[in-house]
């Protein structure tokens, strides 16, 4: 089984320019996030998603945007990356949200922005 | 605030036990996860407190305690592959996960 597979795994990307991480999962999740995960910090919630349809921020939206279109799909998009947004980018689904139900992770997505 | 404590690095011998301890302040809170994570790979589910007490999952266990604000993880017989980072996080009232930053249990043999 599949789960969540996220693309591409790397990236380097020149400061400036537009990039769309892409997430898909097969579990039929309503809630999906993404994540970004930095040495000595937390995991910390960009954007999130309860249900197809609806988007959400999280505690650093800035300079990010996702849509849901459909339950499967949760790209996140950079506009116009800044080094500052180098990072590994993860993201994750659980079945509902406003549970305790348990997080499951794609493999990440390295961005390096130059 | 809210706000997650976790010790940054931890070293200890494989066969023997470790704890690593995790001390939360949250705004209402819906249970404590602990999620264990390889170098370079997701992390992955581990256990899941809201009661008081200890759950035991074969080598490892989580205890919670809400009064204190305080949880623990506890490995038991340690192997190498247990070498990597445990995360944990608490849910606030709004089912919102707060991590702490991890902590790097590295195993010796």
């Known amino acids: 089984t599949a789960g969540i597979t996220q693309a591409p795994t790397s990236q380097i990307l020149a400061a400036g320019r537009s ?6 999962q097969d579990m039929r999740h309503n809630a999906m996030y993404w994540y970004r995960q930095d040495l000595g910090l937390g995991l910390r919630l960009i954007h999130y998603s309860n249900t197809a349809g609806t988007t959400g921020k999280g505690e650093v939206p800035d300079g990010y945007s996702v849509s849901r279109a459909n339950t499967d799909d949760f790209p996140l998009t950079l506009a116009s990356a800044v080094p500052s947004q180098t990072s ?12 305790t139900g348990e997080l499951f992770f794609g493999e990440g997505s390295r961005l390096t922005v130059l | 605030g809210q706000n997650i404590d976790q010790p940054t690095e931890m070293t200890a011998t494989e066969g023997a036990i470790v704890q690593i301890n995790c001390t939360y302040q949250t705004s209402g809170f819906n249970g404590l996860f602990w999620y264990q994570q390889h170098a370079g790979e997701a992390p992955t589910f581990l256990s899941y407190n809201v009661l008081d007490g200890l759950e035991e999952k074969g080598r490892f266990s ?20 247990d070498s ?15 991590w702490g930053a991890g902590t790097k249990l590295i195993i010796k043999p």
């Open chain 1, 19 to 24: 990039m769309t991480l892409r997430c898909t």
């Open chain 1, 88 to 99: 590994v980018y993860f993201c994750a689904s659980t079945r509902t949200s406003g549970t």
């Open chain 2, 62 to 81: 989580s205890f919670l305690s809400r009064s204190k604000g305080y949880s623990y993880l506890l490995l038991k017989e340690l192997q190498m592959k």
């Open chain 2, 84 to 98: 990597a980072s445990y995360l944990c996080a608490a849910s606030d009232s709004n089912y919102q996960l707060i």
